[in-house]
């Protein structure tokens, strides 16, 4: 049965995840968003053996277990069988620099050698095209194996004996050989030494990586492995930072909250480049920054809440039939339909975003007076819709209202522009824009209070909560220690808390009441315990969330609070970031370890 104990691998290009015995069960080609040509993960599991996998068997398997070598997204795969003997395979996506530019292509790497003994080992290559609905055609040469599809042609070079894979004989594994599964094209050295260079180098590229960033004194392999992790979802190439790299995780079983995460949204922003610049991160900072600079660039005043990894605006949703979902729950899905969705508080978002450039120095393209401008255009939008009804931060497909999360962050653009005017000088737009803020401020502290619950509430003039409210903190609408946010938290640990775990909503949407905690939800709520005078609680409630995560270090979206099961798309950037922020809100100073 399939699980979400994978590993992931990649190079900003695309990405592949890896399950524990060493199955390539997920990866879309020729990046994040295209067609899985790797896609058991979608199609029930063991159930189904035609396709879609990359696999190295071991005859009389007995136990696994995986890896990351330190500091860098490569993956060891060790297996061993009953007899004894034990193989490893080591997995990675290439990613160094070469000519001044970074060298990444769509090409993984697959090295088994023997650690014990002569393993006896199959290997199946089953790649196919079109969401499982087509097999490729195959060729063979003397040293490689050609997989055509309509759109695609892959190569699979190796040294190990072509005729073995493609008959999937079972053959003894005497020496390391080398699979290195890409693009159609020769090599231009031998197998073995593309492998052991391009392996060095990306061993190398990663180390000097993970040793730029900012890491708080405690949990620090965590936040490595998390951050490692947001790295690998961003689309280099455009800046873009996907929710994660998978669609149709249910987010809980059977529930068909099943979604394609494979696409940037803008709701993420703010809270990404935050974290970004927490980690010093600051060249993904600057990407990702480009990349919401283009969508302003490419608007003309209106914003979508999600956009495809090049700004494609139309991300049309779609059901496929050739793959039955994971453990069989479908639809998959291809495509977001929430596109089309108003979703208020997108203004907000990437006002609170682009606002960096503003006043951080480090950035090589600092914010000028022309996109200041441009985002005065955003700004008038928030102030005539920040009361106005939409489908709110959870995308609700079938019911509208005013959501006080929209309306605060309609509120955060114009407080922000107030603030963008003053650092440029503008002093009379900055007293406007804060007249806006106040005006807007005094309206949701009224029409989202609910003073028969002692708290703030998720629509105006409403009765339920939802954990986007624990962001009014954060936001800077509310001090963390003013009695109504308090009373708000007091509510919220009531109504949406469960175990160490918090839901973000009770209330049932349009699939019924909702099965499974949000992760990110949790880590929002930890932040605020902390804040709020409980560290002790909040650290105690924060390691319970690591031991949810995989192995391997990894989060999805959701878990079940009563089993702590993953569920939702994987894995969740959105979840990585919660656990970075937490771990930095919570760890000791450096000053004291020593």
């Given at each position: 049965m399939n699980s979400l104990e994978l590993g992931l691998v990649g190079n900003c290009c695309f990405g592949a995840l890896i399950d524990s015995v060493g199955k390539i069960v997920w990866c879309c080609l020729p990046r994040f968003d295209g067609d899985p040509v790797f896609n058991s993960l979608l199609n029930n599991g063991e159930a189904n053996s035609d396709g879609g996998f990359f696999a190295v068997d071991l005859d009389g398997y007995e136990s696994s277990f995986q890896v990351y070598e330190r500091n860098?997204?490569?993956?060891?795969?060790?297996?061993?069988?009953?007899?004894?003997?034990?193989?490893?395979?080591?997995?990675?996506a290439p990613r160094f620099y070469q000519y001044d530019r970074v060298f990444r292509p769509t090409t993984i790497i697959r090295i088994v050698k023997p650690v014990?003994?002569?393993?006896?080992?199959?290997?199946?290559?089953?790649p196919n095209f079109g969401y499982g609905s087509l097999a490729p055609?195959?060729?063979?040469?003397?040293?490689?194996?050609?997989?055509?599809?309509p759109d695609l042609t892959m190569r699979l070079t190796t040294d190990a004996t072509v005729s073995y894979?493609?008959?999937e004989t079972w053959f003894l594994l005497d020496r390391p050989i080398v699979m290195i599964l890409g693009p159609d094209e020769s090599l231009t050295q031998s197998v073995s030494e593309t492998a052991r260079v391009f392996l060095d180098n990306t061993r190398t590229y990663w180390q000097r990586w993970c040793r730029s960033l900012s890491i708080p004194l405690e949990w620090q392999d965590a936040v490595i492995r998390a951050a490692m992790t947001l790295k690998l979802c961003t689309y280099e190439e455009t800046g873009a930072i996907i929710a994660a790299m998978t669609t149709s995780i249910p987010e809980a079983p059977h529930s068909a909250r099943n979604w394609d995460y494979r696409f940037c949204w803008l709701r993420d922003a703010y809270f990404v480049i935050h974290t970004l610049n927490r980690l010093s991160a600051t060249q993904t900072l600057e990407n990702y920054l480009a990349y919401i600079g283009n969508v302003v660039a490419n608007t003309d005043g209106e914003l979508q809440p999600l956009y495809g990894l090049t700004i494609a605006k139309d991300l049309d949703e779609r059901n496929v039939e050739g793959l039955a979902g994971y453990r069989g729950m479908g639809p998959v899905r291809v495509g977001n339909q929430a596109y089309k969705q108003v979703q208020n508080d997108v203004f907000g978002s990437v006002i609170l975003a682009v606002a960096q450039t503003f006043f951080d120095s480090r950035l090589i393209r600092p914010g000028d007076i022309g996109l200041y401008r441009q985002l005065c255009h955003l700004g008038q939008k928030a102030v005539a819709c920040f009361d106005k009804p939409d489908a709110g931060i959870w995308e609700l497909r079938t019911k509208n209202a005013v959501h006080t999360f929209s309306a605060l962050m309609c509120w955060a653009a114009t407080d922000r522009l107030a603030r963008i005017a003053d650092r440029l000088g503008e002093t009379e737009e900055a007293a406007a824009w804060r007249g806006h803020a106040d005006r807007m401020h005094a309206r949701?502290?009224?029409?989202?209070?609910?003073?028969?619950?002692?708290?703030?509430?998720?629509?105006?003039?409403?009765?339920e909560l939802d954990a986007s409210l624990l962001l009014m903190h954060e936001l800077g609408f509310v001090p963390c220690k003013h009695p109504r946010f308090q009373g708000t938290l007091k509510a919220i640990e009531r109504v949406l808390k469960k175990g160490s775990h918090l839901y973000r909503y009770a209330n049932a949407d349009d699939f019924g009441v909702p099965e499974t905690a949000f992760t990110v939800c949790t880590f929002w709520y930890i932040e605020v315990l902390a804040l709020s005078g409980r560290k002790a609680e909040a650290r105690e409630m924060f390691e319970r969330i690591l031991s949810c995560r995989t192995q391997l270090g990894l989060l999805s979206e959701d878990v079940d609070p009563n089993t702590g099961e993953l569920w939702g798309n994987f894995p969740q950037t959105y979840s990585m970031v919660g656990l970075i922020k937490c771990a930095m809100r919570l760890s000791d100073n450096w000053e004291e370890a020593f």
């Open positions: 860098t997204a490569i993956l060891k795969t060790h297996l061993e069988a009953a007899d004894g003997t034990c193989l490893e395979i080591t997995d990675f014990q003994g002569a393993p006896k080992v199959r290997v199946r290559v089953r055609a195959m060729t063979r040469g003397s040293n490689h194996i050609r997989f055509v599809g894979l493609v008959d949701i502290d009224q029409d989202a209070w609910n003073e028969d619950l002692g708290s703030y509430v998720a629509t105006f003039g409403g009765a």
